[in-house]
């Protein structure tokens, strides 16, 4: 536990309203304290929800810890059981009941005689695990509480569907463009003439889960949530699963393969022309392919770019930028920590050097000392890129309302190569423009940005300073700023004057 104005991820019982909330008539009953609740509110503004988020809060207040939590738990689960007759509640533990010692479980069990719903506890150890870990987690408890369910009710249907289909798992609520992601996954399987099972969380329903194991496959797009329930399924069931994430050009045709090999291997007999379907979606729908040989594309080769973000998502967009585009990249980076070894795996050889870190502070020191031409990250490396004037393409949660566009815009499969290509090209300053901008007026209104990053720099800079920088064309002026001042502050200069200016010029070219 730690205090902190800003988390890449979240608490463990975010994840876990995430995951029980996507599910259709699934209820979140979250015992904490008042001001917890703001899930709620986050979910109904990004996602543009009608319907009111099934999630309530058992507030701990000054009467509760008098009397204890049991009674008032135990009737706000019967309560939402008698009014909205859930399919399945989850109790959500959060920092605040572990802190109590409270025994949920018993609470839960409790409850489970005076409801006619199913009522589990979310599996989760808020103190070990974070927002991700636990949505994987819960996930997986979930469905291998309705799996199980169902096998001991001889209700299980184990037989396999008579043509290929897939269950597609890890689409959830507040999951960076989740679900434009699915809608091309969607077409995708469809082209390749093998049918959606099921899609779980979003959207699923419980009483469906006993229907996965009908799947030839598990089609998992991204490894934080999704892995854990695809390797329960796969030792229990036999069910294999495909954890190439199809970004990218090469990695949507790895992807493809994959899926055409687990189809062969269960049934030689089928047709699958993979090589002729990657070729025509490579050649005439995505256009990232036309574009990586263009003369706009080739502009950006030798670039210095730094990623920074999910696994899944920096994994991928290190490879695409320095494997299909030609551009540097400096650093990669990640907040997973606990997926360190399978992100360097992953990005090796595709990039300078390797940032696993959850502390914000860090990546900023990083992006400050490389100075990219362009920074792919979060939202805290958008801010970040405002501050040093260096432009930032977002390719991850944590997320912000402008992810969440009312146009179609995958990450994923050979339309997201499109959405990709753009992003990158948009992302990076291009010298000429911005120039055109200043001569002919434009956004550029000649404004140095004197703030530093830290309150470490130690500088001021002097009004003949001041007017001196802003004389400096806007493409190049973030790069002088930076180098004088890192000049100033080796010297222990407090005040940077005209002549300090020159100064750092004549000595590391300013």
Known sequence: ???????????????????????????????????????NVMRS???????FTPVTASIVDRHVLARGSQEKVVENITQKDQQQKPDLIVLTPTCTSS???????????????ESNSDVI?????????????????????????????????????TEKTIKPSANIL??????????????????????????????????????????????????????EVGLMAANYLQNEYSMPYVGITPMGIVDTANCIREISTIIKNQNPDIEFNTEKYIDQQTR???????????????????????????????????????????????????????DADWFREQVQGFCDQVLITDDHTQVADMISRIEPSAIFGTQMERHIGKRLDIPCGVISAPVHIQNFPLGYRPFLGY???????????????????????????????????????????????????????????????????????????????????????????????A
């Not at 695990?129 to 997986?140: G, I, M, P, S, W």
């Not at 899944?312 to 990640?334: D, F, K, W, Y």
């Open 1 to 39: 536990m730690k205090l902190a104005y800003w988390m890449y991820a979240g608490p463990a019982h975010i994840g876990t309203l995430r995951v029980a909330s996507s599910f259709k008539n699934v209820h979140a009953i979250m015992h904490a304290p008042l001001g917890d609740d703001y899930f």
């Open 45 to 51: 503004m990004l996602e543009r929800e009608r319907d």
């Open 99 to 113: 802190i109590l010692q409270e025994d949920l479980q018993n609470f839960v069990n409790r409850a489970s005689l």
């Open 121 to 157: 506890l979310a599996d989760v150890n808020h103190y070990r695990v974070n927002e991700l870990q636990a949505a994987d987690r819960t996930l997986e408890q979930i469905i291998r509480f309705s799996v199980e369910k169902a096998r001991k009710n001889n209700v299980l249907n």
């Open 170 to 223: 890890g689409i959830f609520t507040l999951g960076f463009h989740n679900q434009h992601d699915c809608r091309e996954l969607k077409r995708l399987l469809n082209d390749l003439g093998i049918s959606i099972n099921e899609i779980v969380p979003e959207g699923g329903s419980i009483k469906n889960l006993k229907n996965l194991t009908k799947a030839w496959f598990n089609l998992v797009p991204y490894r």
């Open 284 to 338: 005439f729908v995505s256009q990232a392919a036309w574009f990586s040989r263009s003369i706009d594309c080739q502009n950006l080769t030798g670039k210095k770019a730094v990623v920074f973000g999910d696994a899944t998502h920096a994994a991928s967009m290190t490879r695409i930028l320095a494997r299909e585009m030609g551009i540097n990249v400096s650093c990669a980076g990640t907040y997973c920590k606990h």
């Open 415 to 509: 339309e997201g190569t499109n959405q990709i290509a753009d992003l990158v090209y948009n992302s990076f300053t291009l010298g000429m423009e911005d120039h055109l901008l200043e001569i002919f007026g434009g956004h550029d209104t000649k404004e140095a940005i004197t703030k530093s990053l830290s309150t470490e720099s130690g500088c001021s800079w002097s009004p003949d300073g001041l007017a001196e920088l802003k004389k400096i064309p806007g493409f190049v002026r973030g790069k002088v700023k930076r180098n004088t001042e890192k000049f100033a502050r080796e010297r222990n200069i407090t005040e940077i004057t005209v002549e300090i200016m020159y100064a750092a010029k004549e000595v590391i070219g």
